[in-house]
């Protein structure tokens, strides 16, 4: 969230917090919060899956605090997990007391039973104070079982590194990629990772490399290309063609495979349902994706293609950036069909250029690399780019992931009112990508409530849903109405209980709320992250001085 968004979301909350009390934590001895969580939400039938319950709480009394250590050290969930689930190990529970706050994990490993177990019931905490007793519970968890399959391993060794290199503006680049087998000497890959390219080459197995002179059909308008491979090439590189699934193929849980020779583990990850946009079908999944993943498969179980990676969203590990990972696969089974009907292959460099001279979406995407070309960024060039987008766009009005690739681009080059055009474009003909673009780009802009609205329309599922909740906290916060911003917030901590920047604002929530004393407690509960602990500290301690801002999310991490 950028400094102006909080600065006004400051005042507001401490002018709230004067308000008093609010009427449910007076009357909670214990101020106490519980969280659950677990360690990944696709896992392997007969696998172990573990489960963390954390509970943070300020009690008012010695009583209360006494409580709250008998409750949690009771707290069993092995006869609330169901006949889906077989309780491994528990560990002991964990317990630390600073300044007043009580701090309780407790972590459960499980072994998953079933392909039905699709969610972790919640975990109930009883605490018997006196002649009454209060009840907590976490939310329910969901997780996606799966059965792992030969296929889907024997489906990653038919993918392989791919290097494209070529020249803009008289300046050297070099992408790299991924791409699969699926025909004897038809390699796949994503369309961005070779446009405007003079030199191909991929990197099989086992390290040798094979130039890519010839193409059988490029689809820009999907981002795919079906490239030439030597088909004796393939096949003394023990590279087998990969079967594409159908259009209806379901499945609880979807994997990555990028290309070998770099260390990387398997991905699985649950799926969403596919995004249908007129002519497309995109294939949208949690899956983990790296820059280089472009151009790989998209697997089922059964180890057959679902799409190729062509976009996604991944924090690197960064530590103020919500780990919600998207995965984004576009359908190839158009350009496969051209390449089946083609009696031979073409130039590469002649169909790359034949591209680019009639179909928009190839203008787009030979302009959106000259743009983010870094050593390019600020030449004078930049603004003959530009044109060539928007020529691109007025061209294609009604492709909603080009307007989406055009309103991201525009907005980076400080095209404000255009990228919020072609971002709204997109986003009216449903593309949920654009829809989280264009809620941040009104966050940027002051405009708080549309964001909020925007946002709150995709919290409630979806691929953003986590992410859009926390963009809605923020724009409630900025708003001055930290009540309505709680849920999301909380929300937000089921996913992640850790994650600084939401335990930071639910803090200035419960400032607002009158609860100073669970604030502090969350300060205390930040004591790993100092700068985050010392910007909630300042308003608990002095109003009038301001916090730091929050990092933006990135929209789109993969290109």
């Known amino acids: 969230m950028p400094t102006s968004v909080l600065r006004p979301a400051l005042v507001a909350v401490l002018a709230l917090a004067a308000s008093g009390a609010h ?74 007391r600073t300044d007043g706050v009580d701090e309780y994990q407790r972590r459960i490993v499980v072994r998953v039973l079933d392909l039905e177990a699709r969610e972790i019931p919640p975990v109930r905490l009883d605490v018997a104070l006196g002649s009454q007793a209060r009840t907590y519970q976490t939310r329910p968890i969901p997780i996606q079982p799966y059965v792992r399959t030969e296929a889907v391993r024997e489906a990653g060794r038919s993918v392989v590194a791919i290097t494209a ?32 390219a003079s030199r191909v080459r991929v990197t099989l197995p086992d390290g040798r490399t094979a130039r890519v002179r010839r193409a059988w059909a490029l689809d820009p308008t999907r981002d795919v290309a079906v490239l030439h491979l030597d088909a004796e090439v393939a096949r003394d590189a023990g ?21 070998p020779g770099r260390e990387r583990a398997e991905t699985v990850a649950r799926r969403y349902d596919d995004l249908v946009l007129g002519g497309q079908r995109l294939r949208v999944a949690a899956n983990a994706v790296r820059p280089g993943d472009s151009g790989g498969p998209l697997l089922d179980g059964q180890g057959r293609v679902l799409g190729v990676v062509i976009s996604g969203r991944s924090t690197g590990g960064a530590a103020d950036l919500l780990d919600a ?97 072609a971002l709204d474009a997109s986003r009216r003909a449903g593309y949920a990508p654009a829809a989280y673009s264009l809620a941040h780009h009104l966050m940027d802009q002051g405009r708080h409530y549309s964001a909020a609205q925007l946002f709150g329309e995709m919290s409630a599922s979806g691929p953003y849903a986590t992410l859009a909740s926390f963009g809605r906290a923020q724009a409630l916060v900025a708003l001055g109405r930290p009540n309505e911003a709680e849920a999301s917030l909380e929300a937000v901590l089921d996913h992640d209980p850790r994650f600084a920047p939401a335990l930071y604002l639910l803090g200035l929530v419960r400032l607002a709320q009158g609860r100073e004393a669970e604030a502090r407690a969350l300060v205390v509960r930040l004591r790993t992250r100092p700068e985050w602990a010392s910007a909630l500290q300042t308003p608990i301690d002095a109003p009038s001085l301001r916090p730091p801002a929050l990092q933006p999310h990135p929209r789109v991490a993969l290109r």
């Open 239 to 259: 590279l087998r063609p990969l079967v594409v699934a159908p259009p209806a193929a379901s499945g609880a849980v979807s994997m990555t495979a990028g290309w």
């Open 325 to 421: 990972t998207i995965c984004l696969a576009a359908n190839p089974v158009p350009a496969l069909g051209r390449y089946r009907d083609a009696e031979r292959p073409v130039a590469l460099r002649s169909a790359l250029r034949r591209a680019a001279a009639s179909v928009p979406a190839a203008r787009a995407h030979e302009a959106v690399g000259a743009i983010t070309f870094p050593v390019q960024r600020e030449g004078a060039d930049r603004r003959v780019h530009v044109a060539s987008l928007l020529d691109a766009l007025r061209q294609a009005p009604g492709d909603p992931v080009l307007q989406f690739l055009a309103g991201s681009v525009l907005e980076e080059v400080g095209e404000d009112r255009l990228a919020a055009g």
């Open 165 to 196: 290199e070529g020249t803009l503006d008289g300046i050297r680049f070099e992408r790299i990629g991924s791409a699969f087998l699926v025909g004897d000497d038809a390699l796949v890959t994503a369309y961005h990772v070779v446009v405007a």
């Open 23 to 96: 009427a449910e934590a007076a009357h909670d001895p214990l101020r106490l919060q519980l969280f659950g969580t677990v360690d990944r939400q696709a896992v392997e039938v007969g696998g172990l899956l573990e489960i963390n319950i954390e509970a943070l709480a300020v009690p008012a009394t010695e009583a209360a605090r006494e409580a709250l250590a008998n409750a949690m050290a009771a707290l069993d969930v092995a006869d609330r997990l169901g006949a889906g689930f077989a309780v491994v190990r528990t560990s002991r529970l964990m317990h630390r």
